[in-house]
Each structure stands twice: as C-alpha cells, then as structure tokens.
C-alpha cells in the first residue's frame, strides 16, 4: 500500500536527517574547540533534554524536537558581560578570523561529509532486474508460446538484451 511505501522513506528519512544535523554540529563544536571557546552544550534537537550527559565544561544531551540541533559557546551573547580572566574561552573575544572558522564549519562539514555519502551511493549503483523470467503460469499465454521459468531473454531481433529494462523499452 501506499501508507507501507511512504512510511518505509521515514525511518530512513530521519535517521539521515539526525546523521546530517550530528555532522553540521560537530564541525562547529571541534573548530570552537580547536580555537579555545568553551563549549556549554552540544545538543541534538531543541526544546527539553529526553537526555543528557556532562563531560567537562559541556552538556551533550538529546532533546524533544529532532529538527535540528545547537552548539552554545561561552560568551556568544553580546549583551552578557563576560568577565576579564574568562574572556580567552568567550566566543565574541576570538579573532574575526577564528568566529567566521567557527560558523563556517558546520556547513564546511557537511559538505566534506556529503562527498563521501555520495561517493558511496555512486559507488554501490543501481541494482537492475534481470533479463531472468520468473515464474511462468501454464495457462498463460508466454507458456503457449515456449517462455519457461528461469528462461533468460539474451535478444530481441538481434539486439543483445541484459536487464529487464531493456525488454520493456522493446515492447513499447
């Protein structure tokens, strides 16, 4: 049923969507590291943590609404003062250079994640019916005319045939 083939893309749908969000939010949670900003929490959805786990100066933690996900560095409000020996870990006290590394890196990250999915997909192709006939009823009119089950159709006027596709272009 139709319900069956669009449920059967959720699963799927969502767990790619989760890898894609873990990935952007990781590139800007390494490069903030890399830069010397503590990092207070690195979440995964929005809204109440279902989950949570501290380790160091940051809470990882999983919450309600899986439609995307943050990073919240040390110092990035503008209206917060941030004191004199905290300022070295704050976000708006790095360089300009070392902030635009920061916010680039989530999307730098998954376009350096997108090449190798892709290349995979690519990789893997496209599994193709085979010119292999399946099963042949009796009273069938393939029957009639000779075509058996596991028959392989090789051509059709003279034109080699591999795949399944091939035949159903001859036929139309």
């Known amino acids: 049923s139709w319900i069956q083939s669009a449920m059967s893309g959720v699963g799927p749908a969502i ?3 989760g890898l894609l969000i873990f ?3 990781l590139g800007h949670f390494l490069v903030a590291k890399a830069c010397g900003v503590r990092v207070e929490v690195f979440s995964l959805g929005f809204g109440k943590k279902i989950l ?12 309600i609404v899986p ?13 917060a003062s941030v004191p004199e020996d905290q300022k070295k870990w704050a976000f708006l006290h790095k360089p300009v250079s070392q902030r635009i ?3 680039l890196a989530g999307p730098l990250m ?6 190798p999915l892709f290349l995979g ?3 893997s192709g496209e599994e193709l019916a085979s010119n292999q006939l399946g ?4 009273a069938s009119p393939a029957y009639k005319y000779g075509f058996r089950s596991g028959d392989k159709i090789v051509s059709i006027n003279n034109e080699e045939i591999k795949y399944w596709k091939e035949i159903q272009k001859k036929l139309e």
Do not use: Q, R, W
């Not at 998954?110 to 090449?115: D, I, M, Q």
């Open 121 to 123: 997909i690519g990789y």
């Open 110 to 115: 998954n376009l350096a994640f997108a090449f």
């Open 135 to 138: 099963e042949i009823a009796i």
């Open 23 to 25: 990935v952007h939010e």
């Open 101 to 103: 590394a920061i916010v």
């Open 67 to 79: 439609l995307g996900g943050y990073v919240k560095m040390y110092g990035d409000d503008p209206t």
């Open 15 to 17: 767990i790619l969507l």
């Open 52 to 63: 949570s786990y501290v380790y160091g100066d940051t809470t990882y933690c999983i919450s």
